[in-house]
């Protein structure tokens, strides 16, 4: 992994991702937006969970949240020639 950030998602990709009337059930200052540059094959949605323990550090243990999960997933590809 080379760089993590996050940061509030905004209520204009909340509602992007979610839709308005799941917008209004949940508590939206829970719902971040990470960004991760990292190199190809890295397994981003295990980094997040933890695969069920087999993905060790992992966000859920990071932060002590066991019910961490993605909403969605974006990928952007760079690559230098």
């Known amino acids: 992994m080379y760089e993590i ?6 209520e204009e990709n909340l509602k992007h ?6 917008l209004l059930s949940i508590d939206t200052h ?3 937006r990470i960004s991760v540059t990292t190199q190809a094959g890295t397994y981003v949605k295990e980094f997040v ?3 069920f323990g087999r993905t060790v550090p992992n966000l859920r243990e990071i932060l002590e949240v066991p019910d961490l ?3 969605a997933l974006d990928v952007e590809v760079s690559f230098f020639i």
């Not at 950030?5 to 905004?10: D, I, L, N």
């Not at 991702?17 to 799941?22: A, E, P, R, T, Y």
């Open 17 to 22: 991702f979610l839709g308005m009337d799941k």
């Open 69 to 71: 999960d993605i909403i």
């Open 5 to 10: 950030k996050a940061e509030r998602c905004s």
């Open 30 to 32: 829970l719902i971040f």
């Open 49 to 51: 969970h933890g695969d």
